[in-house]
């Protein structure tokens, strides 16, 4: 149960998630969620790229199906057990997304200096 939800339930009826106040039409939501991100994909070359780099990645692994074949063919595996090796990829993936929440974690603690107004770097006054 949300933490909202909680204050309601105790009796706060002012208590919202900032998603429930956020109200947008199905336009609006079209916009923000494939319409931007499209022409990022399209207008940003790094983006172009990690989207290249990930599909070969991917690629390779699923639909060249080069996991099943080294396994069942070089390592006689049973036929039943090619797709095992496939967990060692989950894990593999997982065991990369724990380090990147701990790192989000500590650099969004540093401080951005502030922008002042009318200088063109930030942190620098007059």
């Known amino acids: 149960m949300g933490r909202s939800k909680k204050l309601r339930r105790e009796g706060n009826t002012k208590a919202y998630a900032a998603h429930e106040l956020k109200h947008e039409s199905n336009k609006q ?3 923000s969620h494939l319409r931007r991100p499209s022409a990022m994909f399209l207008r940003e070359p790094i983006i172009q ?4 780099w ?4 991917y690629g390779i692994a699923y639909f060249f199906e080069a996991y099943p074949v080294v396994f069942f063919e070089q390592h ?4 039943q057990l090619t797709g095992l090796p496939f967990f060692a990829m989950v894990i593999g993936f997982q ?3 724990w380090p990147y929440k701990i790192l989000v974690r500590i650099f969004t603690r540093i401080p ?5 107004s009318g200088s063109g770097k930030p942190g620098i006054g007059p």
């Open 95 to 97: 065991l990369a997304a």
């Open 29 to 31: 939501f079209f916009a």
């Open 54 to 57: 990930t599909f070969l990645a």
């Open 76 to 79: 006689h595996f049973a036929l």
């Open 49 to 52: 790229g990690a989207a290249i």
């Open 112 to 116: 951005v200096p502030a922008r002042q």
